[in-house]
C-alpha cells in the first residue's frame, strides 16, 4: 500500500554515529536544524531502523489523532519506575485506566485542588524575604512536588514529598533513554553503574507508596485526594472491579513523576523571561493589582487572569517541557505522501512547531500578546500543543494550568524575581526541557 510513497526526504550522508553525536551535543539545535534543511517531516535510516522526525501541525495531527492506530508508544525503559501506568500502558488497557482516572481530574475535583495550590503557593511566597536569593528551579520543585503530594496522596509532609520526588527523579534520570538512538549500548552501561542508586530509589518508592494504598485502604474514607478516587474508582463498563493495588501504585508512579517536574519547569521559565521583559511584567502585575485588589487569588480568579494565562502560555510554547515524544509505527503506513516502514521511530517535533515562523513569527521572541485566546483559535491545532493530543492528550492539562496560573500570580503579586548577577540561563533538554542548573534569582518586593 505504502509502496507507491517515496520514504521521506533527509541527511541521506549522515552516519549513525554524527546523528547521535549531535543530537547528544545540541538536540535543540538539531531539531531546528534538520527540519530547516529537509522540510517537514525528515527520514533519516540507521541500518535496520529508520528514523522519522515531524515537524508540521498537519502532519503531528495524523500521527496523534487520524492516523493514531497506525502508531504505538515506545517506553520499554520507563516501565521498570512507572510500571503500567498510564503514561506508558496502550490498547485497550490504556482506554480502560484513563476512564477509571478520569473522574479524578473532574472540574470540581480540580477545583478542590486549587484550594491546596494557591494555599502552598502562598506559604512559599511567604518563606521568602526582600533581597534573598533563592533557587528558583528547587523552589519550583519544592512547590509542585507538595502540590501533587498532598492533592495524590493527602500528606503535607515535605520531607516525605522531598525523598520521593528524589527518589522518583533519580530513577527516571536512570533509565532515560530513547530506545532507539544509536548510544543504546552505551547507556545500558552507564545504567549497570548506577544500578545501586536505581535500586534504591525503587525501593523507597515501592515502600512509600505501598504504605500509603495500605493505609488510605485501612481508613476506609474518601479523603478527597486522587489516591481516594483510585481506590475507590471502578470499571462500570467492564465490570471487572477496581484496580489491584499494583496498578494503583504504578499510577501513583506515573501522576508523580509526569505531575511535578513538567510544571516545576515550566514555572521556572516563567520567572527567567519575566526577570528579562519589564513590559510584559508590568502587564502582568498590573492585571494582578487590578483583578486581585491586594487579596491573594484563589481557584475563582483564575479564567479572570487572562494575561497571565498568556504568560504561561508564551513560556510553555518557547520552552515546551515535553519538547519531543516518540511513536512507533506498527506497519508500514504513511505520514503526508511519505511512506513510513513498520517499526518506524518516529518524533513528534514539538519545540521545532513552537519555533516555527510560519506560526509564530519571530519565534524567539517572548511576546504572550500572541497567546490571546483568539490568535490561539485562528491557529491550527497543533501549533501550539505543549500537552500533546488525541487519545494521548496530557490528562493533567487542566490541573496544570490552574496550578500554574496560581502560582505565578500569588508570587507575582508580592514579588518580582531577578536574575542574579551574571546569571544566564541555558536550556537543558533531556526528559525534560529545563533551564540548566539551579537557576538563582533575587527575591525583590514589589513596591
Ligand atoms: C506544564 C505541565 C505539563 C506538561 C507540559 C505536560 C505534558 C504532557 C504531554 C506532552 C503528554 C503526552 C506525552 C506523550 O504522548 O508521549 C503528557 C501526558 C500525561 N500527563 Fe502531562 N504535562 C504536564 C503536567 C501534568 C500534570 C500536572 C499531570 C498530573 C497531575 C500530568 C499527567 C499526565 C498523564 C497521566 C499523562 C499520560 C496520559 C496518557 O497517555 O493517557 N501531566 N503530559
Redesign the pocket.
Same mark, same amino acid.
Given at each position: 500500500m505504502t509502496d507507491k510513497y517515496p520514504l521521506p526526504p533527509g541527511p541521506g550522508h549522515w552516519t549513525a554515529w554524527r546523528l547521535g553525536l549531535a543530537f547528544h551535543r545540541d538536540p535543540l539545535r538539531l531539531f531546528l536544524e534538520l527540519p530547516r534543511d529537509h522540510g517537514d517531516i525528515v527520514h533519516a535510516g540507521l541500518g535496520q531502523f529508520h528514523i522519522v522526525l515531524v515537524t508540521h501541525p498537519d502532519l503531528v495531527e495524523q500521527v496523534l489523532v487520524t492516523h493514531a492506530r497506525d502508531f504505538t508508544?515506545e517506553h520499554g525503559p520507563a516501565r521498570q519506575v512507572i510500571g503500567n501506568g498510564?503514561?506508558v500502558s496502550d490498547g485497550d488497557f490504556?482506554l480502560r485506566q484513563?476512564r477509571m482516572m478520569q473522574p479524578a481530574f473532574h472540574r470540581d475535583r480540580i477545583a478542590v485542588y486549587g484550594g491546596v495550590m494557591a494555599d502552598f503557593s502562598r506559604r512559599r511566597r511567604d518563606r521568602w524575604h526582600d533581597g534573598q536569593q533563592v533557587s528558583v528551579h528547587h523552589e519550583m520543585t519544592q512547590l509542585t512536588q507538595l502540590v501533587?503530594a498532598k492533592t495524590l496522596f493527602d500528606t503535607d509532609v515535605e520531607a516525605e514529598a522531598d525523598a520521593i520526588g528524589a527518589a522518583l527523579t533519580t530513577a527516571m534520570q536512570t533509565i532515560f533513554l530513547f530506545p532507539h538512538m544509536p548510544f543504546a549500548g552505551l547507556v545500558k552501561r552507564l545504567r549497570r553503574r548506577s544500578a545501586h542508586r536505581f535500586d534504591e530509589a525503587m525501593a523507597l518508592i515501592d515502600r512509600t507508596l505501598y504504605r500509603m494504598i495500605d493505609e488510605h485502604r485501612k481508613g476506609g474514607r474518601d479523603r478527597g485526594d486522587l489516591l481516594s478516587m483510585l481506590l475507590a474508582a471502578q470499571d462500570t463498563e467492564g465490570g471487572t472491579g477496581g484496580m489491584t493495588d499494583e496498578q494503583v501504585r504504578d499510577e501513583l508512579a /506515573?501522576?508523580y513523576v509526569? !505531575?511535578?517536574e513538567?510544571?516545576a519547569n515550566?514555572l521556572t521559565w516563567v520567572w527567567t523571561l519575566l526577570a528579562r521583559h519589564p513590559e510584559a511584567e508590568a502587564t502582568l502585575h498590573a492585571e494582578l493589582d487590578q483583578v486581585l485588589a491586594g487579596r491573594p487569588p484563589t481557584v475563582a480568579d483564575v479564567p479572570h487572569l487572562p494575561y497571565t494565562e498568556m504568560v504561561v502560555a508564551e513560556s510553555?510554547r518557547l520552552y515546551?517541557?515535553?519538547w519531543t515524544?516518540l511513536r512507533q509505527a506498527i506497519h508500514d503506513t504513511t505520514i503526508g505522501d511519505y511512506s513510513v516502514p513498520a517499526g518506524t521511530a518516529v518524533f513528534v517535533n514539538t519545540y521545532g512547531i513552537h519555533h516555527d515562523a510560519r506560526f509564530f513569527p519571530n519565534p524567539g521572541h517572548f511576546d504572550p500578546q500572541r497567546m490571546t485566546r483568539a490568535a490561539r483559535a485562528a491557529r491550527p491545532r497543533f501549533a501550539f500543543f505543549?500537552?500533546?493530543g488525541g /487519545?494521548?492528550?496530557?490528562? !493533567?492539562?487542566s490541573?496544570?494550568w490552574t496550578?500554574?496560573i496560581l502560582v505565578v500570580a500569588t508570587i507575582a503579586q508580592r514579588w518580582r524575581l531577578r536574575l542574579a548577577p551574571g546569571q544566564t540561563v541555558v536550556p537543558n533538554a533531556g526528559l525534560t526541557l529545563r533551564a540548566k542548573g539551579e537557576v538563582p534569582m533575587i527575591v525583590e518586593a514589589r513596591k
Open positions: 508508544k498510564l503514561l490504556h484513563r501533587v /506515573t501522576l509526569a !505531575g511535578h513538567t510544571s515550566a510553555l515546551p517541557p515535553v515524544y505543549p500537552f500533546s /487519545t494521548r492528550q496530557c490528562m !493533567g492539562e490541573f496544570a496550578e500554574m
